[in-house]
């Protein structure tokens, strides 16, 4: 799959019709000690959800050096407002394409937050799931990282701050299904500090319905190398452990053994909702300048990597993580448990 093959829309491309489809990015900014989060979503709810067709603008900024410019923020749509087609998806104010993301949104605070990023593909298209499962009827969720560990340059604003950059590590990735994954935790770090081997990791666990067993998918770079986990079988021998606002996962890739840890930075988390197409919430919270803490057995060798604020940390689940806690909602109200 090319990377306009891995853009496209699903609702035109595939047999069985989405009911949501999503296409986000997460940037990494080293220069800035900085972090942007973006994401474009449409949905498709079922009849008795008592929800519409929407489209919905999502971004989260995170900022080390000043927390004060930390923004959650969300915008939806009436579905009909965007215009799809093979190259862009417009949304009011913001577009996103195989090779850019731009837009901009209101933040709680009145302020607008804007973004103009372009992407230097590095590597091709990948997917998780092993290819004879993915042919399948079977996943109710499916995704293509569009561009793994991608390069990425631009500006953000927010209010009257101007932020450029020229070497932003990210992570650019399309999804869409029938049904959202009941669970998902989720860690990427694509630069470790002090790192003369140059690795890069990103790791996935995703228990896809209630009932079902998890199963984690891990991918390593070595100076640019990849290294993927298609196997279902090690994919369910691996552990994760979840213990907010911690993660702690174990697999195995090949030949080699890895250990992660990675954990939020409290003072600036994203906590959000999305909604299945039958109604039902997913509670999310991330940080984008987590710390996480890796280590990699290989041949009788130990590598023990960090990384301070360069990590993205996630929690997705069906129940609120915290008690007391408002999390943005832009099909409706804001839910507390």
């Not at 935790?185 to 228990?207: A, C, H, Q, Y």
């Not at 590598?303 to 007391?324: C, I, Q, Y």
Request: glycine letters at 6%; charged letters at 25%.
């Amino acid at each position: 799959m090319n990377l306009k093959e891995s853009f496209i829309t699903k609702f035109a491309a595939s047999v069985v019709k989405p009911r949501f489809e999503i296409w986000f990015a997460v940037i990494l900014i080293p220069e800035n000690k900085q972090a942007l989060w973006v994401r474009y979503t449409t949905l498709n709810p079922k009849g008795k959800s008592g929800l519409y067709p929407s489209a919905v603008l999502w971004a989260s900024f995170f900022d080390v050096r000043k927390p004060e410019n930390h923004r959650t923020a969300v915008q939806s749509f009436p579905y009909q407002k965007i215009k799809i087609e093979d190259e862009s998806i417009e949304f009011p104010g913001a577009s996103v394409g195989p090779d850019h993301m731009k837009g901009k949104i209101l933040t709680g605070k009145g302020e607008t937050l804007s973004w103009d990023l372009e992407f230097k593909h590095k590597l091709e298209p990948a997917g998780h799931l092993p290819r004879w499962l993915d042919r399948t009827p079977i996943p109710k969720t499916r995704s293509i990282v569009s561009s793994p560990f991608t390069e990425v340059s631009g500006k953000i604003q927010l209010k009257n701050q101007k932020f450029t950059f020229k070497k932003g590590n990210g992570h650019y990735n399309h999804i869409w299904g029938t049904n959202r994954v009941a669970e998902l935790f989720w860690t990427f770090v694509p630069k470790f500090d002090k790192d003369p081997e140059n690795w890069s990791l990103e790791i996935v666990t995703v228990r896809p319905q209630p009932l079902a067993p998890t199963l984690t998918f891990v991918t390593l770079l070595k100076d640019g190398i990849p290294l993927h986990q298609h196997s279902i079988l090690r994919s369910l021998r691996s552990k994760v452990k979840v213990a907010y606002p911690k993660l702690s996962f174990h697999t195995r890739l090949d030949d080699y053994e890895i250990f992660v840890e990675g954990e939020m930075d409290s003072t600036q988390i994203g906590s959000y909702i999305y909604r299945d197409p039958d109604g039902s919430p997913r509670y999310i919270e991330q940080s984008d300048i987590g710390s996480v803490r890796c280590v990699i057995l290989h041949q009788g060798k130990e590598r023990a990597l960090t990384s301070k604020n360069g990590g993205g940390v996630e929690f997705h689940g069906m129940k609120p993580w915290r008690n007391d806690h408002k999390y943005l909602d832009p099909y409706g109200e804001e839910i507390r448990d």
